[in-house]
């Protein structure tokens, strides 16, 4: 089963998901996430940031892109739904190699045990 990716847009869901203040950093990115006890299973909500110290406008974007790519091969079928995850960029992002990415991805979420049984 994939689950359905929706887009988080207002910084109040951001700060949300901060302020729940269960995180895991790799060196290719950082993920924040939230349960949500009130949403549908088969449904995640995702949001990406990349702040000024990522880079210039140019690898800020190209991290981003990166990571949504990610998000929809990885979150989409390997992750819990019924929940909130940002995804941030670090500097590493826009260079990494994007194997390594997928992997700090799904190291991120078997961390904080939001990963399925799903294969990739």
Do not use: H, W
């Not at 909500?45 to 702040?51: D, E, I, L, P």
């Not at 974007?61 to 995850?85: P, Q």
Request: proline share 2%; glycine share 4%.
């Amino acid at each position: 089963m994939r689950l359905r990716l929706v887009r988080l847009k207002t910084r109040q869901e951001f700060l949300a998901v901060a302020g729940a203040r269960r995180k895991f950093t790799t060196p290719g990115l950082m993920l924040q996430a939230m349960a949500r006890a009130d949403a549908d299973t088969a449904e995640a909500r995702v949001g990406f940031t990349a702040s000024r110290k990522v880079g210039n406008a140019v690898v800020r974007n190209r991290s981003k892109r990166r990571l949504r790519a990610l998000a929809a091969e990885i979150l989409s079928a390997r992750a819990a739904g019924a929940t909130d995850y940002v995804l941030v960029c670090r500097q590493e992002t826009a260079v990494r190699p994007f194997d390594e990415l997928r992997r700090d991805l799904t190291t991120a979420l078997g961390r904080l045990k939001l990963l399925r049984d799903a294969a990739p």
